[in-house]
């Protein structure tokens, strides 16, 4: 999560969070998700140009200058050109060492930000209880995890209409949020019809959920469609693009599909589809091949 408080003067940084853990709070009592600050905000003073970091009990007096990477170690200054006279920043990105007079607030930045790690992650804990500071992979992966478990949530300052800050949260996706390979492959329940009769004088059906396995050679296509989009001039002939992820097997241009949804498991209605090309999406590029 990133806060946008930072664009606005007069904002606060840190009672954002904290209104943010007490939302979170009210939904969920038993495991509630905590949300943790990997980075400190730097403001630019308006009138004398200084950096400096925005402090807890102040509120923001200036422009969003950049920010603190309190994962890396050493720490990672990262500071943005003045917004009002550059409409597309440059950011400059540096180290903060011991004789910085931001290194003491960024000391007790991150040793906060490890506690709070340490409730949700064993391995931090034992790390933390050690009196031992843990390195910037150990921290990512820790964070990674919890997220994915949603016991915590990264939270990331920046201004986006500024264009500031939004390099680092490109980054945090990558290293905190999961991947399609982590998301668990979906249960397929396959029906099979009985001989004899219900109370209603159907026939009886037996359910049984077959799990798909890993992609491997030989195994039959399972693919989860997950969105349909209509785009003129691509598709069929009412430009349906149906967008799909292939679990196991091999899914081929021209073959036939066995479609099954909720309809059809109701129903008992076989439905065919045969995709008439097929298309790889990188970004804002479409290849066309022959297979998947």
């Given at each position: 999560m990133f806060t946008h408080v930072c664009a606005r003067p007069g904002s606060n940084y840190y009672n954002a969070i904290a209104s943010i853990n007490a939302k979170l709070h009210r939904q969920n009592h038993t495991t509630p998700t905590t949300a943790i600050p990997v980075q400190l905000p730097l403001i630019r003073c308006e009138v004398t140009n200084e950096i400096k970091i925005s402090s807890i009990g102040d509120p923001i007096d200036g422009d969003f200058a950049g920010v603190i990477d309190l994962i890396a170690q050493p720490f990672r200054k990262i500071?943005?050109?003045?917004?009002?006279?550059?409409?597309?920043?440059?950011?400059?990105?540096?180290?903060?060492?011991?004789?910085?007079?931001?290194?003491?607030?960024?000391?007790?930045?991150?040793?906060?930000?490890?506690?709070?790690?340490?409730?949700?992650?064993?391995?931090?804990?034992?790390?933390?209880?050690?009196?031992?500071?843990?390195?910037?992979?150990?921290?990512?992966?820790?964070?990674?995890?919890?997220?994915?478990?949603?016991?915590?949530?990264?939270v990331l300052a920046c201004a986006a209409l500024k264009r500031s800050g939004v390099e680092p949260i490109i980054d945090a996706i990558t290293h905190y949020l999961p991947s399609p390979d982590d998301a668990p492959m979906p249960m397929l329940v396959s029906v099979e019809r009985e001989e004899g009769e219900g109370r209603k004088g159907k026939k009886k059906k037996k359910k049984k959920k077959v799990k798909a396995n890993a992609k491997r050679k030989g195994d039959p296509l399972i693919a989860l469609a997950f969105k349909v989009v209509h785009v003129k001039g691509r598709g069929g002939g009412d430009g349906r693009i149906v967008f799909a992820r292939v679990f196991s097997g091999t899914m081929t241009q021209g073959k036939s599909l066995r479609c099954v949804n909720a309809k059809t498991m109701r129903s008992g209605e076989e439905r065919k589809e045969r995709p008439a090309a097929l298309l790889e999406v990188r970004s804002k590029r479409r290849t066309y091949v022959a297979r998947s």
């Open positions: 500071v943005y050109t003045d917004t009002s006279t550059h409409k597309n920043p440059v950011l400059t990105v540096t180290t903060i060492t011991e004789d910085d007079d931001m290194y003491s607030a960024a000391c007790a930045a991150r040793n906060s930000m490890v506690a709070e790690v340490a409730d949700v992650c064993k391995v931090i804990e034992e790390i933390y209880l050690c009196e031992e500071s843990p390195d910037a992979a150990t921290l990512k992966s820790s964070l990674r995890a919890a997220t994915i478990a949603n016991l915590c949530m990264p």
